[in-house]
């Protein structure tokens, strides 16, 4: 196969970061559509969830946390196992890394992979990559739910079902009704799909609405401050899932080729999507064709993604697509290789 350059490899352009306070002690560090990082800060210590990709991009989020407080970070919370979010951790220097136990399994399964590959397609995210140490590992794990306090204020730390990966948690600071989601929300964000579980994802979406959050810091995208913000969000999300997953499902119960399901899939996607700002991490991840738009690109990937998921599920005796599906195969089915038949 002809080596291709990956789009992402040229977008090296530094995203202005936005420090958003969006409670008393609640802040979100986000840029444009490169994965947020959240802080709350207690009577005598941080929590920070999500570290960044590297210890030294982690120092520019610990250079805003120092200019709003000198307490030292205790915790650092992964939302899931991607390597942009968990790479940087080293640099807060917490007491504890908390993670799903989930979370903590696909980091033995896929973790050195999930870095390998990230680091090839994201170099923007991965600046000093030479400063990163090592995997990142929990040092607390929670089946569920577990409760921290810092100090007077309760932090939940909860996996409320599986969504954007296997192990997603999200953090809800119950004192001000304030969600930090990971990727299980994004805000005007083509959600990546490669670790994703269709059929779970708008149902724990439907659990995270239940806490009526005020506000919350979404995995990618600007800071949610409104309860409208948030419902747009979570309308986002919702209906990005079940406009991709719809079509590719009924296409593979019909036993069409991964290419014909694809194509149903753009045939409802491109009319509603196209026109959204969609940020980055779809577009980036795969390879862009000369004279595709980044918009069209990130519909076809994400879209492509979703096909090969949800075909994959039905082809495949196994319900677990991760299982059924490596990466590798899955970037040869973006790189145009049909390689799998729904049959
Ligand atoms: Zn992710």
Request: hydrophobic share 35%; aromatic share 8%; with cysteine.
């Amino acid at each position: 196969m002809t080596k291709k350059a990956f789009a992402s490899q040229g977008d090296l352009e530094e995203k202005t970061i936005t420090f958003t306070q969006l409670g008393e002690g609640l802040y979100a560090f986000t840029t444009e559509g490169d994965p947020n990082t959240g802080i709350i800060i207690g009577d005598d210590e941080v929590m920070v969830i999500d570290t960044q990709a590297t210890p030294v991009m982690a120092k520019k989020v610990l250079s805003h946390i120092r200019e709003v407080t000198d307490k030292p970070v205790k915790y650092v919370v992964l939302s899931h196992y991607h390597a942009v979010r968990v790479l940087g951790a080293v640099a807060y220097q917490p007491e504890q890394i908390i993670a799903s136990a989930k979370t903590h399994a696909l980091i033995h399964e896929r973790g050195q992979e999930d870095w390998d590959s990230e680091y090839g397609r994201f170099p923007r995210l991965f600046q000093s990559a030479d400063s990163i140490p090592g995997l990142t590992w929990p040092s607390l794990t929670f089946t569920d739910k577990m409760t921290v306090y810092l100090g007077k204020r309760r932090v939940e730390i909860m996996h409320l079902g599986r969504a954007h990966t296997a192990g997603d948690t999200v953090v809800w600071v119950p004192d001000s009704g304030i969600m930090f989601s990971g990727d299980t929300v994004e805000y005007r964000s083509a959600c990546y799909c490669g670790d994703a579980h269709f059929n779970d994802w708008p149902e724990t979406i439907g659990l995270l609405k239940s806490f009526n959050p005020q506000a919350l810091v979404p995995g990618r995208g600007d800071a949610l401050t409104t309860p409208d913000m948030v419902s747009e969000a979570i309308h986002l999300t919702q209906s990005f899932l079940t406009d991709t997953y719809t079509p590719v499902a009924a296409a593979a119960a019909k036993g069409w080729s991964l290419k014909d399901a694809f194509s149903a899939c753009r045939d409802v996607c491109d009319p509603k999507y196209s026109t959204m700002r969609f940020m980055n991490i779809v577009c980036r991840s795969m390879w862009l064709g000369p004279t595709m738009s980044q918009t069209e690109l990130t519909i076809r990937v994400s879209g492509l993604l979703s096909v090969t998921r949800i075909c994959g599920r039905h082809c495949s005796s196994n319900t677990q697509l991760s299982s059924a599906y490596s990466l590798k195969e899955r970037k040869a089915d973006v790189a145009g290789e049909d390689r799998r038949k729904v049959d």
